[in-house]
Structures are given as C-alpha cells and as structure tokens.
C-alpha cells in the first residue's frame, strides 16, 4: 500500500516555507535541492538549501492533498511554526 505525505521544507537563507505532497518522501526532497529535470520553479532558486521540517502521513492522495491546501490556507509563518514546534 501506498502512503502520501504532506510535508514543509524550510530555507533559513530565505526564511522561506515550502509545503507540498508526494508518495516518495525522500525522492522529493532531492528533488527540490538539485531540480536537474524536474517542474519545480518556487525552490529551484535556491538549490541545496531545503530541510525537511515537518510531514504527516495519509493513506491516501487526496487525504495529503486536503492537508496540504488546509496548510497553505494559513497564508502565516506563525501557524506554520506552531505546527512544527507542536510536532516535536
């Protein structure tokens, strides 16, 4: 069976947030810090800079989907950071 993720990179160069979902966790890490090939344009700018913050688990897509939207949602630095801290 198939889990999803739902996950937040972080940039400390940039303060910045990224919040995305993927069925291959480690794989899409990668991704972000060397896009070679990939369809990422908001982290290619600043390869080699993304950690791993945060992520939950689902069973399925749309259950990470659903997630996901709800977090961007927040549109807030401060809820973000309260999840993460919530989380350790």
């Not at 198939?2 to 303060?15: A, G, P, Q, V």
């Not at 700018?45 to 977090?71: C, N």
Request: hydrophobic share 35%; glycine share 2%.
């Amino acid at each position: 069976m198939n889990s999803y993720h739902c996950y937040i990179l972080y940039n400390k160069e940039i303060d910045r947030f990224y919040i995305g979902c993927t069925n291959n966790l480690e794989k899409r890490i990668i991704e972000h810090n060397f896009p070679i090939r990939t369809r990422l344009t908001y982290t290619r700018k600043q390869i080699g800079s993304w950690i791993l913050v945060y992520s939950e688990k689902f069973s399925s897509k749309s259950e990470a989907l659903l997630r996901e939207k709800e977090i961007k949602k927040w549109k807030s630095k401060i809820m973000i950071k309260k999840l993460i801290m919530n989380s350790i």
